[in-house]
């Protein structure tokens, strides 16, 4: 793992800081194609990013943070991702994310008319997203 | 000539409006400062969402999306982006002169007002104010931006509306704040963005999902990066047009000082000198 030379900049950007900027050796997310795992020298590519955990590798060092909107930039020796919305699990207050939970679950169960069921779900995910990574 | 005592009670009062001009200058020099941090702290995000924007448009060059053509509506949406309070110089009627000297036709715009100064002026010349919310530019927050997109980007999907457009007032740097009129949607390709991407600058990207679907979902963002952008700055301007505009005052108000004080020693000294004349001549009479 001390190969340095397979570490990769990571940049993560939100509207208000710099949330992330570090040399690091692999990180992992989820897109909205599924989840995805970059390594250095990966091929170009803009990705869209679905509410998720985002997990840092940098040797033996493992992070995590609730990444819950957003899109990334891929470039072979450069990843930027800017999010929307990112948290590390520190910065979570479990109890809110178990009371948006429920409260997703449950409109999504009644399905009342007029009801943005997309949206409910992705209240849904996020809470999920930010449960787990708290757990972990 | 005034009397003493008028004198004195205006220089009081000058003297005391001063101090309130000094107070106002000092709260936004420091909510300036704050305001100007959070501005470049946003940037980053900002020039790295506006790269690949454009690198997506550039490529996906002839691409027949709603987003990047003018809607069926004859309607354009502004967003006005002004101060809940006054006091700030030109600031607030800058952005308003946008509006209404933007050729734009009266009974074609539906305002989206933030702040309170714009709401009112507009409303007053007649606009049609659809949607109005004056706390946001106390404390732009991220959320506030996307609350904001996703109306709008509804009523635009819904036909609604053709056009989107974003009144606000750019912060150059502290002394400089330029009002300015941006189109949000339809998204027109920059061009100095398509120009780096011939010259090959930047290697092919690919896109995951495929560019449709993918412009679906970075518009959308893009145009709240947009309004979040123009809130900040909007925000950092107001307190550094304030600040200005309180700098003139405080000077104007010594000014007005200097001179109330002089004209006040000269009426004493001219009180002073009518009375020995008085003695003396009472004196004179009597000797």
Redesign the interface.
């Given at each position: 793992m001390a190969d340095d030379n397979r570490n990769f900049m990571l940049k993560i950007i939100t509207p208000d800081r710099v949330f992330y900027e570090e040399e690091v050796s692999m990180v992992e997310f989820n897109t909205v194609e599924g989840e995805v795992g970059i390594y250095k020298d990966h091929i170009p590519m803009t990705m869209i990013i679905a509410p998720g955990i985002l997990t840092i590798t940098r040797g033996d060092e493992v992070k995590e943070a609730a990444l819950h909107a957003g899109f990334t930039e891929v470039l072979p020796d450069k990843v930027t991702i800017l999010a929307e919305i990112i948290e590390w699990p520190s910065e979570i207050d479990v109890g809110r994310a178990e009371e948006a939970k429920a409260r997703a679950e449950e409109r999504i169960r009644e399905n009342a008319p007029g009801t943005d069921l997309a949206r409910a779900e992705l209240a849904l995910k996020r809470a999920v997203a930010r449960i787990e990574s708290v757990r972990e | 000539m005034a009397s003493m005592r008028d004198i004195k009670r205006r220089k009081g009062s000058i003297q005391s409006t001063q101090q309130i001009t000094k107070a106002m200058k000092l709260v936004s020099t420091v909510k300036l400062q704050r305001a100007k941090q959070?501005a470049e702290?946003?940037k980053?995000?900002f020039n790295?969402?506006y790269e690949?924007v454009a690198s997506?448009l550039a490529k996906a060059g002839g691409l027949n999306h709603p987003y990047l053509k003018t809607g069926d509506s004859d309607k354009k949406a502004v967003i006005v982006i002004t101060s809940n309070r006054g006091l700030a110089g030109g600031y607030n009627s800058n952005v308003v002169k946008l509006v209404t000297r933007g050729g734009f036709k009266k009974e074609d715009l539906e305002i989206y007002a933030i702040g309170r100064k714009g709401k009112d002026t507009l409303q007053r010349y007649g606009y049609t104010i659809k949607y109005e919310n004056a706390d946001i530019i106390e404390e732009p927050s991220?959320v506030d931006a996307?609350e904001i997109s996703r109306r709008l980007l509804q009523s635009f999907a819904e036909g609604e509306i053709g056009e989107i457009y974003l009144a606000y007032t750019g912060f150059k740097n502290t002394v400089v704040h330029e009002p300015t009129l941006l189109k949000l949607l339809p998204v027109e390709a920059p061009e100095s963005a398509a120009q780096k991407q011939e010259t090959g600058s930047?290697?092919?990207?690919?896109?995951?999902?495929e560019d449709d679907e993918?412009l679906d979902?970075?518009i959308p963002?893009y145009v709240?990066?947009l309004i979040?952008g123009g809130l900040v700055e909007a925000c950092a301007s107001e307190n550094g047009a304030r600040m200005q505009a309180m700098d003139s005052a405080t000077t104007n108000a010594e000014e007005m000082i200097d001179h109330l004080s002089l004209m006040y020693n000269r009426a004493r000294q001219g009180s002073i000198t009518q009375e020995l004349t008085e003695i003396i001549a009472g004196a004179n009479a009597i000797s």
């Open positions: - | 959070r702290q946003s980053a995000y790295c969402m690949t997506m991220y996307m930047k290697a092919m990207m690919n896109f995951e999902p993918a979902m970075i963002k709240t990066s979040y």
